[in-house]
């Protein structure tokens, strides 16, 4: 019986999902009701609960008490082939670009707070849960597209108060890092953790996305070359829906191309 509602499921989102990659529901159109779509498709509800759960989670729709089922505008899928190399200009340092060679845009005002740090920055920069703890905050996206990374750095206490600075809003030339490194932490080194998550609901609002999307989290730990301990933790969240990361493999020595002998079955 769960097989074969499963199957059911399956085939019920399939033929949605059709419909809305061919145009015939089209950006903010709705849907059929869960009555019609469960007459229509000759089933209960449970199954088209379960049918539309797949098609959220995919982000190609809303479902919404007012609202109804409505089919979600779907932003560009940027291909991103990221690096490991810190570069820098006269503005400060350059991390490796999700949409490189394209110009960036800041949706709303960048905020510094303080806040109460949440538990995985907490454990990146080693921070009881809960401190007190500068926060930056930027939503930002390439020219013309809606919001494509929420970034949340913070900055440990201790840092604050060698470089008082870190914790305004205009930090001057080269930002909050060259207020640290200033400081007596240069020069610093970073890591980085990627793993995915389902958003908050906070951060599913701030970048318009489906709440049932899973999200790419990259946390940027750096860390001071006089304490070796972590100074700051950058965490950048990326709608799931919105990035490809796409990598070059290369051939060890191991592997390297030689002319072979052909093989040869002995008949």
């Given at each position: 019986?769960?097989?074969?509602m499963?199957?059911?499921?399956?085939?019920?989102?399939?033929?949605?999902?059709?419909?809305?990659?061919?145009?015939?529901?089209r950006?903010?159109?709705?849907?059929?009701?869960?009555?019609?779509?469960?007459?229509?498709?000759?089933?209960?509800?449970?199954?088209?609960?379960?049918a539309?759960?797949?098609l959220r989670?995919e982000?190609?729709?809303?479902?919404?008490?007012?609202a109804?089922?409505?089919?979600?505008?779907?932003?560009?899928?940027?291909?991103?082939?990221?690096?490991?190399?810190?570069?820098?200009?006269?503005?400060?340092?350059?991390?490796?670009?999700?949409?490189?060679?394209?110009p960036?845009?800041?949706?709303?005002?960048p905020?510094?707070?303080?806040?109460?740090?949440p538990?995985?920055?907490?454990?990146?920069?080693?921070?009881?849960?809960?401190?007190?703890?500068?926060?930056?905050?930027?939503?930002t996206?390439?020219?013309?597209?809606?919001?494509?990374?929420?970034?949340?750095?913070?900055?440990?206490?201790?840092?604050?108060?060698?470089?008082p600075?870190?914790?305004?809003?205009?930090?001057g030339?080269?930002?909050?890092?060259?207020?640290?490194e200033?400081?007596g932490?240069?020069?610093?080194?970073?890591?980085?953790?990627?793993?995915?998550?389902?958003?908050?609901?906070?951060?599913?609002h701030?970048?318009?996305?489906?709440?049932?999307?899973?999200?790419?989290?990259?946390?940027?730990?750096?860390?001071?070359?006089r304490?070796?301990?972590?100074?700051?933790?950058t965490?950048?969240?990326?709608?799931?829906?919105r990035?490809?990361?796409?990598?070059?493999?290369?051939?060890?020595?191991?592997?390297r191309?030689?002319?072979?002998?052909?093989?040869?079955?002995?008949?």
């Amino acid at each position: 019986m769960l097989m074969a509602m499963s199957t059911q499921r399956e085939r019920i989102a399939a033929d949605l999902r059709h419909r809305i990659e061919t145009g015939e529901y089209r950006p903010g159109d709705r849907l059929p009701t869960y009555e019609e779509l469960a007459a229509h498709y000759g089933t209960g509800h449970a199954t088209i609960q379960a049918a539309l759960r797949i098609l959220r989670t995919e982000g190609l729709i809303s479902v919404r008490k007012r609202a109804g089922i409505t089919v979600r505008e779907r932003p560009p899928v940027h291909l991103v082939q990221r690096g490991t190399t810190v570069q820098r200009d006269r503005h400060g340092y350059l991390f490796p670009g999700w949409v490189p060679n394209k110009p960036w845009q800041t949706h709303g005002r960048p905020r510094v707070s303080v806040e109460e740090i949440p538990a995985r920055p907490a454990e990146l920069l080693d921070v009881d849960q809960g401190t007190p703890v500068v926060r930056r905050r930027r939503i930002t996206s390439p020219v013309g597209e809606p919001p494509f990374q929420l970034a949340d750095t913070w900055i440990h206490p201790t840092v604050v108060e060698d470089a008082p600075r870190t914790a305004e809003r205009d930090t001057g030339p080269g930002g909050y890092l060259d207020r640290i490194e200033e400081s007596g932490h240069g020069p610093l080194s970073w890591t980085e953790h990627t793993r995915t998550r389902m958003p908050t609901t906070e951060e599913a609002h701030l970048l318009g996305m489906a709440d049932a999307m899973p999200v790419l989290e990259i946390a940027r730990v750096g860390t001071s070359a006089r304490t070796n301990a972590p100074v700051e933790v950058t965490i950048c969240i990326i709608p799931g829906d919105r990035v490809e990361l796409v990598t070059r493999l290369r051939r060890a020595p191991s592997a390297r191309w030689r002319d072979r002998p052909a093989h040869h079955d002995g008949s």
